[in-house]
């Protein structure tokens, strides 16, 4: 199968995601006087058709209907999510603007530069709709079926291997930093603009090895096309369940995913937050709307806003040390 038809696959996946959206809705809407008494957006941090966008339109899809009111997403990519969070940190905090957050937004951008907002005080956690886990596979040519066999065939190679990665600081090119370091291994990345040119050229064999997130692999893990060998996930994934964890190959307590989750501006009322949170929790505890976002790469949570402020406050060390160990730290006068 060519490459170009792969694509082809991922977006009919994709509309037919979108598509399904429609068909969950709830039947019977929550009225209350006061909010929301117009629209109220979404903002996703990158462009459609991702996981984050498709997660966000199952969700607005659910909230809309809960609340008898729409919910608008509103893709906004650009600096890695950075231009969205400062949008809807700088929004009134009346609860008719929120932001589909990832960790890039909420941990990582924050450890790699000096961002125009603080992940913990300019945002009130809403609640999380999921986490997304990441994924170390291999060329069929590389000779290793475990993650053990793949540590000892790193090992003994007379030079560094290269390995894809999207680009300095993305949360592929951290987490598998991070595995490298626990493993004690010593590899260099090859940088891509963007995913696709990165699979690509691991599907071609011209770089044998990477860390993908599991959405950009589900497409290819039941081909011959990529060898998945584990999964960075606490527990094994319902889409590739064949897959070990890093945890059961013998990397206890390793496990790295993005965070998916709804965020609003601090000072939004609680109130609403709560209400907000309710109804997400509810949605993604739905088989129907965790089938979509499963199907997406995405495992479905759905918290508390206490529950996803105690996830962040989890989150950022971990990747503020993932971006210490890649070395992708911008340097700034000071």
Same mark, same amino acid.
């Given at each position: ?16 995601? @979108? ?9 019977? #809407?929550?009225? +209350? *006087?006061? =909010? ?37 997403? *509103? ?15 700088? +929004? ?22 000096? &961002? ?15 986490? +997304? ?10 000779? %290793? ?10 090992? &003994? ?6 390995? %894809? ?23 260099? #990345? ?19 090895? &990477? ?16 060898? #998945? @060998? ?37 000072? &939004? ?35 508390? #806003? ?12 971990? =990747? ?15």
């Amino acid at each position: 199968m060519q490459v170009c038809g792969r694509r082809r696959t991922v977006l009919f996946r994709v509309v037919a995601f @979108l598509a399904g959206i429609a068909a969950v809705a709830q039947t019977t #809407p929550v009225r +209350s *006087e006061g =909010w929301p008494q117009r629209p109220v957006r979404i903002v996703v941090p990158f462009a459609a058709g991702g996981s984050s966008d498709v997660a966000a339109r199952v969700i607005a899809q659910q909230l809309g209907n809960a609340f008898a009111q729409q919910f608008v997403v *509103e893709n906004r990519a650009g600096a890695s999510g950075v231009v969205a969070a400062e949008t809807v940190a700088r +929004s009134p905090a009346d609860g008719y603007t929120l932001l589909l957050a990832t960790s890039a937004q909420i941990s990582i951008m924050p450890a790699v530069t000096r &961002t125009p907002y603080d992940p913990v005080k300019d945002f009130a956690p809403v609640s999380v709709v999921g986490t +997304s886990p990441f994924v170390l596979v291999v060329h069929p040519s590389v000779p %290793a079926q475990t993650v053990a066999e793949f540590v000892d065939y790193v090992r &003994t190679q007379p030079t560094h291997l290269g390995y %894809a990665s999207s680009g300095v600081g993305s949360t592929g090119h951290l987490a598998a930093e991070l595995f490298f370091k626990r493993a004690g291994l010593t590899m260099t #990345p090859v940088m891509y603009k963007g995913g696709a040119a990165q699979l690509n050229d691991v599907i071609a064999g011209h770089v044998k090895i &990477t860390v993908l997130n599991l959405v950009a692999v589900l497409p290819f893990a039941a081909s011959d096309a990529l060898r #998945p @060998l584990a999964v960075t996930s606490e527990k094994r994934s319902t889409q590739i369940p064949n897959v070990p964890t890093f945890i059961e190959t013998g990397y206890a307590g390793f496990k790295v995913s993005t965070l998916l989750g709804l965020m609003a501006p601090a000072g &939004t009322p609680q109130e609403i937050v709560d209400r907000i949170a309710a109804e997400t929790t509810r949605a993604v505890k739905d088989p129907a709307v965790a089938k979509l976002l499963i199907g997406s790469g995405v495992d479905p949570v759905g918290s508390s #806003p206490s529950e996803f402020a105690a996830m962040i406050a989890a989150d950022i060390p971990l =990747w503020a040390d993932a971006v210490k160990v890649a070395g992708a730290q911008e340097k700034h006068d000071k």
